[in-house]
């Protein structure tokens, strides 16, 4: 299916749109194109908003764009039930279009926002007696490529940040995913898929690195990003406030030519990445204007590089050695506060076991192993 067929199709729909920044081809921002060929009725605004303008657990409720007729649904709020699509917007709508760049882990809140909305359809469909709507997914590649990492998220921890069974880092398109959920959940929606090159042509331009979010500046970020993601759940600056975030991470009370600390992280797939120690100030967020002992991971081999490892290796190992200082955050975390963030991030007790020091590296290894070898028959897809 081309775009002609594409807006040939679905000429007479009524169309709503999940969508931002990241999805900007050939001059145009693709809501743009969309809004001259198709009846838009309205975008649905994920976490950070249609500019990727907002920071992380920021509602987006006080935001305003003008497009014309076209209206505007914050899908990222000040209460949780702020995450769903409103009923009365589907009634009103045939056809809702996913074109948003994901980066490749469970914990990207977008792919889950699609989820969100692919539910509601799903039960609306169910009840609905004059029409049901459809899918239609701007397929694109993982920029985290193909890899994969960790184990299904437990049911008890489901959250924004997370759906159940979904790996740690999944290696699907946004198409993939989605034709997951509706198997797995058994949803029964219509989706078609079309991959972005064909949609809008200049193929090439399609792999142009725009942030999809404030704090994914490059596309290396997605190689560290399904482990790093983690420190959102300690008190280390995941880098936030500087220039390369999440391959910047650190605290205050981490000494920077800790030769014994170095030594020990270096422990772990030393040939896949280099470390580099320095002194960091964030400009916001935590440990905002305070000097951060700290080190930026610098890949040398991205595809061998096992993110998730290296970071509860990290974590860990900076119990250990900073047992005083080093702390997992409590409080309220994406909209849920009877767990916390490290335990919704972490999404599986034997992962917990192992930060709390009840098992050892090579168990959680093979663990991972073995579940990562199931993802992997699940979608016959293979590392690399």
């Not at 701007?138 to 920029?143: K, L, M």
């Not at 064909?198 to 490059?218: C, M, Q, R, V």
């Not at 959102?232 to 605290?251: I, K, M």
């Amino acid at each position: 299916m081309n775009y002609r067929k594409v807006f040939k199709k679905f000429k007479e729909s009524r169309v709503g749109m999940l969508t931002n920044q990241s999805a900007f081809s050939n001059g145009k921002y693709h809501f743009e194109i969309i809004k001259e060929n198709l009846d838009l009725k309205v975008i649905f605004i994920p976490e950070h908003g249609l500019f990727a303008e907002l920071q992380d657990q920021v509602s987006g409720s006080n935001l305003k764009y003008d497009f014309g007729n076209v209206k505007m649904e914050n899908l990222y709020g000040d209460e949780e039930n702020s995450l769903f699509v409103k009923e009365e917007t589907l009634k009103e709508l045939d056809l809702v279009i996913f074109d948003i760049r994901d980066v490749g882990a469970r914990y990207y809140t977008f792919l889950t926002s699609c989820y969100y909305i692919l539910s509601s359809i799903a039960k609306y469909n169910s009840t609905a007696t004059s029409h049901s709507i459809e899918i239609l997914v701007i397929d694109s590649p993982n920029p985290a490529g193909k890899n994969i990492e960790g184990s299904p998220l437990q049911k008890k921890y489901s959250s924004f940040v997370g759906v159940e069974t979904v790996l740690h880092r999944h290696g699907l398109s946004i198409a993939e995913m989605m034709q997951y959920y509706n198997d797995e959940f058994k949803l029964n929606v219509k989706i078609h898929t079309i991959p972005i090159g064909n949609f809008y042509g200049k193929k090439d331009e399609t792999f142009l690195w725009i942030p999809p979010s404030p704090n994914i500046p490059a596309a290396t970020t997605c190689y560290v990003y399904s482990g790093q993601c983690l420190l959102e759940g300690t008190n280390l600056s995941e880098g936030r406030g500087t220039t390369r975030p999440f391959e910047t991470f650190g605290a205050p009370y981490i000494l920077m030519q800790d030769e014994k600390l170095i030594r020990r992280l270096k422990e772990f797939q030393s040939d896949t990445f280099i470390l580099r120690p320095l002194i960091f100030m964030p400009t916001f967020h935590k440990h905002s204007g305070k000097l951060c002992g700290g080190f930026q991971i610098l890949l040398t081999k991205k595809n061998k590089f096992h993110s998730l490892l290296f970071t509860l290796h990290l974590l860990r190992t900076l119990r250990e050695f900073y047992p005083n200082e080093f702390q997992f955050l409590k409080g309220v975390y994406e909209f849920r506060s009877d767990k916390s963030a490290i335990e919704l991030l972490a999404g599986d007790d034997k992962i917990l076991d192992f930060l709390n020091g009840d098992s050892n590296y090579l168990e959680l290894k093979e663990y991972f192993t073995e579940e990562e070898l199931s993802w992997r028959k699940k979608f016959g897809k293979h590392d690399k």
